[in-house]
C-alpha cells in the first residue's frame, strides 16, 4: 500500500481536563477500607479477608454504592474518608482514569 491510501486516524484527546464530570467513577472499583464512622448503612459493608470493614462491592467490581446510570455516588454525604481523601487530578486518580481510558475516548 502507498502512502496515498493509508486510512486516515483521527488523533485521540489525551489532554482532557481530568474531572470527576468526564470520569466514569473509576475509583469507585477501588477497595474502600472503612477507617471510621461516617454513616455508611451497614448493608453496603463487607468484611475482608483480615476481618476489617470494607465497602461492599459488586461481582464487577464496582462499589455497591454507585448509581449505575448517573454513575454517582448515593451516599456522597456519608461516603468513607478513603473517598473524601482520593483527590481528583491526584497521581492515583490519573492511574485510575489511564486504566479506563477506553471509556471516554
Ligand atoms: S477522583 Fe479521579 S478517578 Fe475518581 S471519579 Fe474523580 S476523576 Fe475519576
Ligand atoms: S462510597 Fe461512593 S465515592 Fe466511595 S467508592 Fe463507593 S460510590 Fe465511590
Redesign the pocket.
Known amino acids: 500500500m502507498s502512502k496515498n491510501q493509508l486510512i486516515p486516524v483521527t488523533p485521540v484527546e489525551t489532554q482532557a481536563a481530568v474531572t470527576c464530570a468526564n470520569c466514569a467513577?473509576c475509583?469507585?472499583q477501588?477497595e474502600?477500607i472503612l477507617l471510621s464512622d461516617t454513616g455508611?448503612p451497614k448493608h453496603?459493608i463487607d468484611i475482608d479477608d483480615w476481618g476489617g470493614e470494607v465497602?461492599l462491592r459488586l461481582d464487577d467490581g464496582w462499589?455497591?454504592?454507585?448509581d449505575r446510570d448517573s454513575m454517582l455516588?448515593?451516599?456522597?454525604e456519608n461516603?468513607?474518608w478513603?473517598?473524601r481523601e482520593f483527590e481528583m487530578a491526584s497521581p492515583e486518580c490519573i492511574e485510575e482514569r489511564q486504566g479506563l481510558a477506553t471509556i471516554y475516548r
Open positions: 467513577a475509583c469507585c477501588l474502600v455508611v453496603y465497602m462499589c455497591v454504592a454507585l455516588c448515593t451516599i456522597y461516603r468513607p478513603v473517598c
